[in-house]
């Protein structure tokens, strides 16, 4: 796909999902970037900000198949990935798939199932397939998981492990949105039936021909450095207990990336890096005293101002 034809489609996915989610320009965004990087997203916010919206509009507006996962305390793996069942009258078993395989999966409050749930989901975003009694079945492309937990709901919770953490690309919150922009909301009332409505921007096959385009996008060896300069300096950061993994600055490179073709451009530059960093890196901090992912990307933030931009 050529560039012009490319920024042209991703204008126009931008605008529908903006005229969704309303005054959430960056969010959208972000969103954006990680499904061109391949990677998957974790929202951690409040009930009603818009994060079920935000994971069908999507799924719409590039013709996936969407699925939406409730998470509780009773979820087995094989609700989650599907189970072999007899048929009598072909006298074998046969696959009934689970809803992970659906393009875009939305795994609601992921925090309230047990781990061993929680794990099952995990392998499959990772390794892009599912095994079920020794069979290897593949997920469909493009794949992209959603997740979303409540912050202020700790009773009856499993909370994410530093190494789960670290298979989400990038970590948002969405927020309340601005008082006139909340105002629309409720005049409008849209409802999922209409969200069902919306129009395809692109097609599955197109999303993949933008996520190689994204991956190829070039890098020069100044700003590969800036990346190592931030995960050193995470590494050595008083307040940090255990700094950014190199899988983690793997992770910001392809946000940069896709960030640049989000731009309209096939190079990266340092602003690309800026940009992604705090939702890619921040999560993925272990600090030395309580403060959560907001107080991670604080930290990043404070990164970015003390690492030596390259020129």
Do not use: W
């Not at 096959?205 to 996520?211: F, K, S």
């Not at 385009?213 to 990346?227: C, K, P, Q, R």
Request: hydrophobic residues 40%; proline residues 6%.
């Amino acid at each position: 796909m050529e560039l012009v034809k490319a920024t042209g489609k991703l204008q126009a996915l931008q605008g529908q999902l903006n005229g969704v989610l309303k005054g959430k320009p960056q969010v959208v965004r972000l969103s954006l970037v990680c499904l061109l990087a391949r990677g998957h997203l974790l929202i951690e916010d409040v009930p009603g900000v818009g994060k079920t919206t935000l994971a069908l509009a999507l799924a719409r507006s590039i013709d996936c198949t969407f699925q939406r996962i409730q998470f509780t305390s009773d979820l087995m793996p094989q609700d989650i990935t599907g189970v072999h069942i007899y048929n009598p009258k072909e006298q074998q078993f046969l696959f009934r798939p689970g809803p992970v395989f659906a393009q875009v999966v939305l795994a609601d409050e992921i925090n309230r199932t047990n781990p061993k749930t929680q794990s099952a989901l995990l392998e499959a975003m990772n390794e892009r397939h599912v095994s079920v009694d020794g069979k290897t079945f593949r997920l469909p492309e493009p794949f992209m998981v959603i997740a979303t937990q409540n912050p202020l709901e700790h009773h009856g919770t499993f909370p994410l492990p530093e190494s789960q953490l670290d298979r989400f690309m990038l970590h948002l919150s969405i927020g309340y949105p601005e008082a006139r922009y909340e105002k629309e909301v409720l005049l409008r009332q849209q409802d999922f039936e209409e969200l069902e409505r919306l129009p395809p921007v692109l097609e599955a096959q197109e999303v993949i021909e933008l996520q190689h385009l994204a991956a190829e996008t070039e890098v020069e060896d100044s700003l590969v450095g800036y990346i190592l300069e931030l995960l050193r300096a995470s590494r050595l950061h008083p307040e940090v207990r255990l700094g950014a993994s190199t899988r983690a600055g793997q992770n910001l490179l392809r946000a940069a990336k896709a960030h640049a073709l989000l731009s309209g451009r096939r190079f990266v530059v340092p602003d690309d890096i800026k940009h992604t960093a705090s939702a890619v890196l921040g999560h993925r901090l272990v600090l030395k005293a309580e403060g959560g992912s907001r107080k991670g990307r604080a930290l990043v933030e404070e990164l970015l101002r003390s690492v030596a931009v390259p020129v």
